[in-house]
């Protein structure tokens, strides 16, 4: 570990820093899955709100909650917390985000974090690598908040999109001033750092649930959208659900990025819990794009 910390001009621990995973869940719970097996080697304390109202206001059930011995591997180091929706009608769907994150950031105290810990913010499916968060609980001398760059998947790991989400972050705790958030927090980034698999759904019912859960709502321009032979017939190309223009800054990537996403048939570079678990997870591996009704 003192080379890989020299590599990056950072000095190796005595010992490692302690690190908090801390998530707003909704019902994701393959990703969580993998996700929490890729961390646990190296998470001290995992921590999970959850809701009974999506972004948008609508009622959902606590799938956690109602799944929790799936995640008995985790039970002793999990601090668990629901907070009710507020489920007003027509406000913006961000306010409520908002809401849950001021949650988030209570419950992260009530886990115990402390001074210099490090804390994972991001999505559930925005996955460090294992590799990464061991990296960075044995180094001095990394940013007080760094950025981590993951490679971009879309509905499964067959379809990888970019490696620009960069949304994710890893914080060195401070009272006071850290405080859980979503958005771009500095410029510092640490590239390669672990997978970003959005609407990596089994059944097609949670796409449908997430597109209208979504705090970008607005984008369900037509019912049809939400048809599920239409949606079906997206995953499998690799297109877009929302029939939307790429999200780029220059018209050359705009352009670079019309139509369905090439496939990808390599599984290197995955996380390690998903090809230990490959006929569970089979529809998130190339060459399976048909998903179940649910």
Not at 26 to 34: F, G, P, V, Y
Request: aromatic share 14%.
């Amino acid at each position: 570990m003192a080379n890989l910390c020299k590599l990056h001009g950072w000095k190796v621990r005595e010992t490692p820093r302690r690190v908090f995973d801390a998530v707003l869940f909704s019902n994701e719970l393959d990703i969580l899955d993998i996700r929490w097996h890729e961390l646990s080697p190296y998470v001290s304390e995992f921590v999970l709100l959850e809701s009974n109202s999506t972004f948008t206001g609508l009622k959902k059930d606590l799938h956690f909650k109602e799944n929790r011995q799936r995640f008995e591997f985790a039970e002793s180091r999990l601090t668990y917390g629901m907070i009710g929706g507020r489920f007003v009608k027509g406000e913006n769907p961000f306010v409520e985000e908002s809401y849950q994150r001021v949650a988030l950031d209570q419950l992260i105290k009530i886990a115990g974090i402390t001074d210099d810990d490090l804390l994972i913010m991001s999505d559930v499916d925005e996955i460090p690598s294992g590799h990464t968060i061991n990296l960075l609980r044995w180094c001095d001398g990394t940013p007080e908040v760094l950025h981590l760059q993951l490679r971009n998947y879309l509905y499964s790991f067959q379809f990888l999109l970019d490696d620009k989400s960069w949304r994710a972050s890893i914080h060195r705790y401070r009272a006071g001033k850290t405080r859980y958030a979503h958005f771009r927090q500095t410029d510092d980034l640490l590239a390669d750092s672990g997978w970003h698999c959005s609407f990596c759904f089994r059944y097609i019912n949670d796409f449908v649930f997430k597109m209208q859960a979504y705090s970008h709502v607005d984008r369900i321009r037509f019912k049809y959208f939400l048809n599920p032979k239409r949606i079906q017939h997206v995953i499998c190309q690799g297109a877009d659900l929302f029939d939307m223009l790429p999200e780029e800054y220059t018209f050359q990537e705009i352009i670079a990025k019309l139509g369905p996403i090439p496939s990808t048939y390599s599984a290197v570079h995955l996380p390690a819990y998903l090809l230990e678990k490959v006929d569970q997870y089979r529809y998130l591996l190339p060459g399976n794009c048909m998903r179940e009704s649910g």
